[in-house]
């Protein structure tokens, strides 16, 4: 399988415990986000990567959150000391870049299957 | 502040009809729109996509309008099909900040046999 995956799936913690979530992207592509998703909302941006650089940081992006991409392979998405306004749906998806009249586009994203935070 | 939305939470179809999805978006500055199809316990997947120097996509079943004077898009389907029942997302991105895409709330599909 060549897709997008995330791990775990599902994850069900205490409030004010940690958790960490990774994501492996397809491996051609260049960018990598993580975005979140509430019931019966669409997915809301928190952040992206162009290889291992985070270029952008969404406001949702408290400072108990953090994500890496080193090496510009898998990332990583760590949220510290959870709220039960943390449970939500974490999705991880890829893209490769493409360009326009000099202008640059996020291309179609690859979503993996999410992993679902549950905070007690 | 919404800027892509997607008013209709839920659309019931007949098996073999058209299914109509629409999104009106508020940036003018959006010029490069998808749309996204989502079963349960599953990530959203790609279904369309339909760039501002067009009017029209089409694919198969799915073709995509784009009214850049109303800042509106549609999604058609047809002929509907039960295996079409999920979540559609439209989103939306632009040139001078093309890091993301900005989606709508979803509209929930039914397509009854």
């Known amino acids: 399988d060549t897709g997008v995956s995330q791990d775990p799936r599902h994850k069900i913690t205490k409030r004010g415990q940690n958790v960490t979530f990774r994501c492996d992207p397809i491996s051609e592509h260049n960018r990598l986000y993580w975005y979140r998703q509430t019931l019966g909302q669409g997915p809301e941006f928190l952040t992206y990567f162009q290889n291992e650089a985070q270029l952008e940081k969404s406001r949702l992006l408290s400072d108990r959150f953090s994500a890496e991409r080193p090496k510009g392979s898998f990332s990583t998405l760590e949220i510290q000391r959870t709220e039960q306004g943390d449970s939500a749906m974490y999705l991880c998806?890829?893209?490769?870049?493409f360009g326009r009249g000099g202008l640059t586009y996020p291309g179609e994203l690859f979503f993996g299957e999410g992993s679902r935070l549950t905070v007690l | 502040d919404q800027q892509v939305k997607q008013n209709s939470p839920s659309l019931s179809v007949q098996e073999g009809r058209i299914s109509i999805l629409n999104c009106d978006y508020t940036n003018s500055m959006f010029d490069y729109f998808l749309w996204y199809k989502k079963y349960p316990a599953e990530g959203p997947t790609f279904l369309i996509s339909i760039s501002s120097i067009k009017d029209k996509n089409e694919d198969g079943r799915f073709t995509v309008f784009l009214n850049k004077s109303a800042k509106h898009l549609s999604l058609h389907i047809v002929p509907s099909q039960p295996g079409d029942s999920a979540v559609y997302f439209c989103a939306a991105s632009h040139g001078n900040a093309g890091n993301m895409l900005t989606f709508g709330g979803g509209t929930r599909l039914m397509v009854k046999p």
């Open positions: 998806a890829s893209s490769l870049e």
